[in-house]
């Protein structure tokens, strides 16, 4: 028994760990092509950067390449940028000249905050709502649920933003938009990202209760006498569970995603917006370290959400369900 | 499974909404006869009249050809973006439930691999290699798509692959390409039904994020997210100017979603 379980979390730790490499590999490859792509011959645009333009000649440009080896074949360029990569050496960068890493950190915090409150206000808005329509089909929650849910599937999140940043900053002047010192500029860029996710939500829980309730271990829980919110609070929920979890795994993509125009709209010191700037300003280190923050962020996420299922659902214990 | 009443009319009024906005996209510009580029700064936000039906933007520009124009581009980037995605997603779906063993396994990694980076972070690392580029925005959107089809098939093949149905046309003698045409494209039709239009909403989507972050298609260029980030500023005395893309692409996106019967929308 224990040795199938350390299996199957040695399975999960695998697949994201190889999912680590092939992001590294993925964005570095993009990155050195970018790179590459550059216009401009790039051993005179080094030397101009060193010398300045003034004092640089074809002579400055070829000291450059000899020195720098740019006239490598390409693979071998490659290969050296995947190794620096690989020794976790993301340089500087071309616009403010720190260190990425240390870059980085900074937007990584700011980021984190947004998705852990977004993920929570998801949750308190999406669940509720989607375990009342499930008590009551037909009902009133279930109606808004609904509605919320063909509304939003079809509004863009950058719409939601601006809409939102109208209504509650501009005309009723509930939240701030944006403010110096961050004083509740969390909620709207973190409102904006969390409604989309709780209209999925709410109706994954719903479909998800109605079947917990109509299983088998409900209807014993109820006839062994258990009231009906005990037997929803203690059969129905835990094992509806599951299916929200596993939701909430493929909608993961969204909420990066989201952050990438969100953090932008709101002008919120994310990783996204970090990204969006040093595309901007074509700072290819930046790029390649947001992308790589974002992605090893989206990685750990969802390795997280894997070992929450793992340790509620004892049946992917079981030998051979990884499989499946 | 039968289908239900309201999901049939769900998927009819999606297919529908795509038809008007596919007309509008491949007949506007021609019916429409006016460039979409074409300056007049003396018209500058001219409200909706007679020559101009949705007015003109700040430079004087036409807003009704420009959104026929982003329409045409914004189709018709997400339908080849789809189905460009669609078959290396099937093929190797297919393949690697077929053959299964160490192929499957390769596959399997692969797709994995490619789910390492979310899918709108693949379209913007593209489009920054070549910024304001169809190609490079197209490239970003197939590779981020595939993953979906090649997980749907894979799956939805193997009961197929390994069912009585298909041992009993091998044992008879059929060979390998009349099973996947007589079993394995049947069952996956309407899964392809489903997965087309969702991938489209979301090449439309990522398309349309991307140009109002200013990462995507670059301004002279009529498409959707650019427009709205143009016409933002207009939004109080010019509110029909922002209305126009907007209202457009939430109903390209309703559309798709309707015709693939979104289970979380029935």
Known sequence: MS??????????????????????????????????????????????????????????????????????????????????????????????????WHEMAHHLAASLDLAVTTLILAMLIGLPLGVAAAVRPGGVADRIALLFAVVLRATPAFLLGILLMLLLAVHWGMLPAAHDDQGGTLWLPALTLALGLAAGLARISRSAVREALASPACEFARSKGLSDFQALLRHALPLAALPVLAYLGVHLVLLVEGTVVVESLFAWPGVGHALVHAVFARDVPVIQGAALSMGLLFILFNLLLDALMLAIDPRQRKPGASDA | MPETFSARLARHCGLGLLILIACF??????????????????????????????????????VLARIAHAAQLSLGLALLAALSAALPGVLTGVTASWCGGRIERGLVMLADACMAVPGLLLVLLFAAIAPGQYWALYIGLALSLWVEYFRVTRAASRPILHGDAVQASRLLGFGKLYVLRRHVLPALTPLLATLLPLSAAQAVLALAALGFIGVGLQPPTPELGVMMIEFFPFYSEAPWLIAAPVTLLILLVLGMMLLAGDKELT
């Not at chain 1, 490499?21 to 645009?45: E, K, T, W």
């Not at chain 1, 080094?46 to 003034?54: E, T």
């Not at chain 1, 000899?66 to 360029?77: D, N, T, V």
């Open chain 1, 3 to 100: 040795s199938t379980q350390t299996s199957a979390w040695r399975g999960l730790l695998l697949r994201r760990a190889i999912q680590v490499l092939a992001l590294l590999l993925i964005i570095g490859s993009v990155c050195f092509l970018m790179v590459r792509a550059l216009p401009g011959d790039m051993a005179m645009r080094i030397a101009a950067s060193r010398y300045g333009y003034d004092f640089v000649g074809s002579a400055a440009a070829s000291a450059v390449a000899q020195e720098l080896q740019l006239q490598r074949p390409l693979w071998q360029a490659w290969l050296e940028w995947l190794g620096q990569l690989l020794r976790l050496d993301l340089g500087q960068s071309l616009v403010s000249g720190e260190a990425v």
């Open chain 2, 25 to 62: 996209a491949l007949l506007g510009p021609a019916l429409i006869g006016i460039d979409p580029a074409t300056q007049s700064l003396g018209d500058s936000l001219l409200p909706p009249g007679a020559s101009h039906w949705l007015g003109t933007d700040v430079y004087g520009r036409s």
